[in-house]
């Protein structure tokens, strides 16, 4: 485990969204984020979850309780140019249910 899975681990653990229908912050396209976006708002690490998912450059589901659109909207307003990842398994779909 590096760095990075360590600090990600610190607070993942955390969320409202542990124990929750995973699917529910992998909405379909064009359906609702209403439900994610609600039990973001109940998380006490909703701050470091946006910020990593800011940060990360993570590009599928409701994270900290933004959309990625709206969290692209963050990158672009502070600046933040994200360096191309390596392919993972990530990027063909959305991250394991485990990240969230
Ligand atoms: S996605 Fe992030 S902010 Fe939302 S509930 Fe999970 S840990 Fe909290």
């Keep these: 485990m590096d760095i990075h899975d360590r600090e990600l ?19 379909e396209r064009g359906a609702s984020t209403r439900l994610a976006k609600a039990v973001c708002r109940s998380c006490e690490v ?13 590009k ?5 309780g933004l959309s990625e659109r709206e969290r692209r909207a963050i990158r672009k307003k502070r600046g933040i140019v994200l360096k191309k990842k390596p392919y993972t398994k990530f990027a063909m779909g959305r991250p394991p249910k485990d990240l969230h």
């Design 46 to 58: 909703q701050e470091e979850c946006l910020e990593y998912a800011v940060n990360n450059g993570e």
């Design 60 to 64: 599928f589901g409701i994270w900290g």
């Design 9 to 27: 681990n610190s607070w993942k653990k955390k969320g409202a969204c542990v124990g929750v229908d995973q699917d529910i912050f992998f909405p």
